[in-house]
């Protein structure tokens, strides 16, 4: 009887060590398995031509204003079609997700992330080259015959040539019956309006975003208007430069708390005013 037991607690044991060595060989199969696709996937990520430069292209092109003259000095300003809606100057200013200098025959190459833009171009006759368009600024809308936006579609690794944009006109402000926005003056925290001001709106509160739409630069008397493209939740900040980042020497900032509005459509919203922190040694002009 008691080689029985024996017996039996010995067959037992061989099941449990097999089992157990089961266990061991599916555990150091998966490892490999993993290791093997991680190994993957890090070799794709190695491939040349897989990188960020992958996914790029380049468009060229040389603008002229009307007269003949070449756009020396100016810039084109490329919109992503996905990230917000077309430009429509006469209802917003939306910002440019690329912008590039204009040379001095009138060229310029840019280089862009694979997708389709909008393109527009701008030369200021006066003032910084930042921003909206004056009267008397150079402005083409990149609309073709028709009035629609032309559309450019760039791939990875390609060049493309758009040709020559002729006859760019002078820009004439018109602002259409119908917009949506918000307007008010830029002060400085004496209360006086602070002229050269520019007011970003973003449809996110994160200090990382990047600004949707832009309003033209301030007067003397401070006063801003914000157009948007339709109603919802927005965040102001003001800012004399495009672009993000702490503020460069000289600079003025409306702080890192943005004012938050809610805009209807259809409507232009009054009296929102914006305090503004002026640098050291500058004074409201």
């Known amino acids: 009887m008691g080689l029985v037991i024996r017996m039996r ?61 070449p756009m020396v000095g100016g810039i084109v300003t490329f919109y992503n079609v996905l990230t917000g809606p077309s430009p429509q100057n006469d209802k917003y200013w939306r910002v440019p997700d690329e912008l590039a200098d204009i040379a001095s025959i009138g ?7 694979a997708g389709s833009y909008y393109m ?23 609309r073709d015959e028709d009035g ?64 949707l739409f832009v309003s033209g630069r301030t007067a003397d008397n401070g ?5 948007v493209s339709k109603e919802g939740k927005y965040y102001l900040r003001v800012r004399d430069v495009y672009g993000g980042g702490p503020p460069h020497g000289g600079a003025l900032i409306s702080g890192y708390t943005a004012t938050a509005v809610t805009i209807k459509a259809g409507a232009v919203q009054e009296g929102v005013d914006i305090q503004v922190k002026l640098p050291s040694g500058r004074e409201a002009d």
């Open 9 to 69: 607690q010995l067959l037992i044991m061989n099941y449990e060590l097999r089992i157990a060595n089961g266990i061991v060989r599916n555990c150091i199969l998966l490892v490999v398995l993993v290791m093997f696709f991680l190994a993957g996937t890090i070799s794709a990520g190695e491939l040349p031509g897989s990188g960020e430069d992958a996914v790029k292209g380049v468009v060229s092109g040389k603008v002229m204003m009307k007269g003949g003259d």
């Open 120 to 142: 527009e171009a701008m030369k200021r006759v006066s003032g910084k080259n930042v921003g909206p368009p004056g009267p008397g600024d150079y402005f083409y809308n990149g």
């Open 107 to 113: 060229s310029f190459s840019v280089e862009l992330a």
């Open 148 to 211: 629609n936006h032309k559309v450019y579609t760039i791939k990875s690794g390609q060049t493309i040539d758009i040709g020559t944009i002729s006859e760019v006109p002078k820009y004439e402000e018109v602002i259409a019956k119908d917009i949506t926005g918000v307007q008010g003056t830029i002060i400085d925290k004496d209360g006086e309006p602070v002229e050269g001001a520019i007011v970003f709106a973003y449809e996110t509160n994160k200090l990382t975003a990047s600004p």
């Open 223 to 227: 006063r801003y208007l914000m157009r």
